[in-house]
């Protein structure tokens, strides 16, 4: 057990704040204001790593997976301002990939010991809902074994409108193809006045929250993300957390939520900086206090790099994602962080920050290795292929 909070411990501005979360009491949106806005982000951590040791003890999770993005063709190439990763027709950085190509793909580096893929793609015509269902159940025929994690819920609102078919319609025969869960992109920022400057004409807040208030309906778990560091003001961002808190007050089928960071390079932002350690590890212990209702909290190493996301662990995050291989979304969008860790790695990162570390499965099932045997396909220390 943690020790018990004393609020007079803390900052005269953060003592409400911390007998709150002494008491077990949900936090307004003043309270998830002043936690973006205050100066004492060490004591801010202080209690975020509380409800995560309440929560979670000494456990920290990794997965092992693997990113499939099928192409980057997307009609939506100059509406996402801020993204680096779409592609249109005859551009030198695009690309299309076949069936063939996709379970190519999915088998290097992977091997058994895979339990996810995690498959995002641009928005192209003819990569349609029926190419999607022969994708997955050709993966779900090679690998059975295996997490289909897979379509924003941009993709799932292209794919209904694309076919002229229900967000409900699109969900069922994807998790009848195989689908297993979704991610969480494509949340950005839900509020207005942010999404007409960086996505315009991109599925609106209200619009992705029916896609996931759907697939929790059909009993289909999904995460949940934002992307912080742009034109944001802290109203916006205490907006979307709570639009995210209602949503799983309602369903609970969110696994966990991951605060994405704005990487500006190669888009059309026309921003230069980069967010700092401080604003990363705020918006995760700010997620963990806010979001009581969410049982994980993602500290994704590829993004804030293994040394930040070692210390994220206790600012409130309990996940660091997985082996990462060939990571392209954040990389295209300058990110320079490593694209690949070994089992062995990322467990040591995770030991070395003072934590348990533990392998899940997507829904954050306990996964228990054999020890590892003579032959390279079943030594757990090689390289796999993975991501958030």
């Known amino acids: 057990m943690c020790a018990a909070i004393d609020p007079h411990q803390y900052p005269a501005e953060l003592r409400s704040l911390a007998a709150k979360v002494r008491d077990g009491e949900r936090l307004d949106e003043a309270d998830a204001a002043l936690c973006f806005t205050t100066p004492h982000l060490l004591h801010l951590g202080r209690l975020a790593d509380h409800v995560r040791r309440e929560r979670h003890g000494n456990i920290a999770y990794f997965n092992i997976n693997r990113h499939i993005n099928p192409t980057n063709l997307c009609v939506y190439t100059y509406n996402c301002k801020f993204c680096s990763f779409a592609a249109l027709e005859g551009e030198a950085h695009a690309w299309k990939m076949s069936h063939e190509q996709v379970y190519e793909h999915a088998a290097a580096q ?20 029926e190419w999607y269902e022969v994708m997955l159940r050709g993966l779900k025929e090679r690998f059975p074994q295996v997490h289909l994690k897979a379509f924003t819920a941009i993709e799932i609102g292209f794919f209904a409108k694309l076919h002229k078919l229900t967000i409900e319609e699109v969900l069922i025969r994807l998790r009848d193809a195989g689908l297993g869960s979704l991610p969480g992109g494509g949340a950005e920022i839900f509020h207005e006045d942010v999404r007409k400057i960086i996505c315009d004409g991109k599925l609106d807040a209200d619009e992705w929250i029916e896609v996931h208030r759907t697939a929790h309906r059909l009993g289909i778990n999904t995460n949940a993300t934002m992307l912080y560091g742009h034109v944001e003001g802290v109203e916006h961002k205490v907006d979307h957390l709570m639009r995210l808190r209602a949503l799983q007050d309602e369903s609970g089928r969110f ?10 390079e190669n888009n059309y932002m026309g921003l230069r900086y980069h967010t700092t350690g401080t604003e990363d590890l705020r918006h995760l212990a700010t997620a963990r206090l806010v979001l009581d209702n969410f049982p994980h909290i993602k500290a994704y190493w590829i993004m804030i ?28 969008a300058g ?6 860790m070994t089992r062995g790695e990322l467990e040591r990162i995770i030991r070395e920050a003072g934590f348990e570390p533990v392998e899940r499965d997507t829904l954050y099932n306990p996964i228990e290795r054999k020890p590892a045997g003579p032959t390279p396909a079943s030594n757990p220390e090689r390289s796999v292929a993975a991501t958030t």
């Open 335 to 340: 990110a320079n962080t490593e694209q690949q």
């Open 305 to 332: 790099t293994p040394k930040l996301a070692q210390v994220a662990l206790s600012f409130g995050a309990n996940d660091v994602d997985g082996t990462v291989v060939e990571e392209t979304i954040y990389h295209m």
């Open 110 to 129: 992977g091997g058994n010991d895979i339990t996810e893929f995690h498959i995002v793609a641009g928005l192209h015509a003819e990569m349609d809902l």
């Open 255 to 264: 696994n966990t939520f991951i605060p994405l960071a704005y990487h500006p």
